[in-house]
């Protein structure tokens, strides 16, 4: 029975140990993780941050300028939503047409290229957009509205056209240079006008994620392996000792039995006492511990009444002179 609970006591204690070992090594790798998840994440959204400012500046440049003309071509027509500008349309001396291409057409052409060459995604766009197909999606234009309340960026991850992109998008505030094509849609100087919203691939990084989530996986997945092992190997040892220890206690038991049922067949009286002594050591009294039977029927005084007690308790007249004599 006491084996059985040994063994119910060591398997209680590794189920404890592996329960606590496993949590631990789960917090450490998800730990681990999650840091490797918003390092990435925040290097995508500087590279966004970074692609939003070039597109600020070219755009704040060619606002300054009033535009630029380029050549017309069959990619580059004239731009139908500026027809209302006297000089949309120009001949050159030689005879060439150039037609004017304002910030946000630049912009849209740019992002288009981008999109082919890079897989990035840009867009200009505004709630209210000259052109119909600048109109935004519905993320960004729970962006403008957000703008429109106060805050200053929007970022997070969203699908296009099926698959993931880390999207950030900044508010375009209206200059002076941006009345020139927007005056007649009622904007002032300082009105948010609409935004640029940058959006890079997912994913590369979704990948490299994958990559570092399996080194996660064995890398800790080892540590738990090792440190279960371990513990079975000291539970292991525990075992071979609580075994010794109760095998060793049951040899005692017997042996104790043994010697009750010598002590108590006996036919000589016999009784175990503890000596007392004084202050200097020296024997005094004795106590007595266990008598046997033969003792009770040849002393007639029985175990009852005289165990816990002294000699000279049960005994007042005994004279114990020899043996206090002895040490």
């Known amino acids: 029975m006491k084996k059985e609970r040994v063994k119910m006591r060591i398997f209680l204690y590794f189920i404890l140990w592996s329960l606590f070992w496993s949590f631990l090594i789960v917090i450490l790798a ?5 840091e490797v998840y918003n390092s990435s994440l925040q290097i995508v959204k500087s590279s966004a941050i970074d692609g939003y400012n070039k597109d600020l500046v070219y755009r704040r440049w060619a606002t300054v300028h009033g535009g630029v003309y380029v050549p017309v071509t069959d990619n580059t027509p004239p731009n139908p939503w500026l027809s ?28 288009e290229l981008g999109a082919q060459q890079f897989g990035l ?5 505004s709630i209210k957009p000259l052109r119909p197909s600048n109109a935004p ?17 929007s970022a997070s991850l969203d699908m296009i056209q099926g698959k993931e992109y880390f999207r950030f998008m900044k508010p375009m505030i209206t200059e002076q240079g941006c009345l020139k094509c927007h005056r007649q849609q009622g904007y002032k100087i300082g009105d948010i006008r609409g935004g640029i919203s940058v959006s890079v691939p997912w994913e590369p990084v979704s990948k490299q994620l994958n990559v570092h989530l399996l080194f996660i ?23 071979d000792h609580e075994k010794k220890q109760a095998k060793m206690e049951d040899t005692l038991r017997k042996s104790e039995q043994k010697y009750r049922s010598l002590f108590n067949n ?6 175990l006492h503890d000596i007392i002594h004084n202050k200097s050591g020296e024997a005094i009294d004795y ?14 005084l029985k175990q009852a009444d005289i165990i816990g007690k002294t000699v000279l ?15």
């Open 30 to 34: 998800v730990v681990n993780y999650r």
């Open 84 to 111: 209302n500008l006297p000089e949309r349309d120009i001949t050159t001396p030689s005879g060439k047409k150039l037609t004017l291409v304002n910030p946000a057409y630049m912009t849209r052409q740019v992002h």
């Open 121 to 125: 995604r840009g867009h200009i766009t």
């Open 137 to 153: 999606d519905d993320w960004e234009k729970r962006a403008l509205l957000a703008f429109e309340q106060g805050v200053s960026e």
């Open 217 to 239: 996986f064995f890398t800790y997945g080892g540590i738990w392996i090792i440190g279960m092992a371990g513990a079975g190997f000291i539970m292991k040892k525990i075992h």
């Open 266 to 271: 006996l036919d000589q009286g016999m009784a």
């Open 287 to 300: 106590r007595f511990v266990e008598a046997n039977k033969s003792f009770e029927e040849i002393t007639g």
């Open 313 to 327: 308790e049960v005994m007042p007249r005994t004279e114990l002179t020899n043996f206090c004599a002895n040490k």
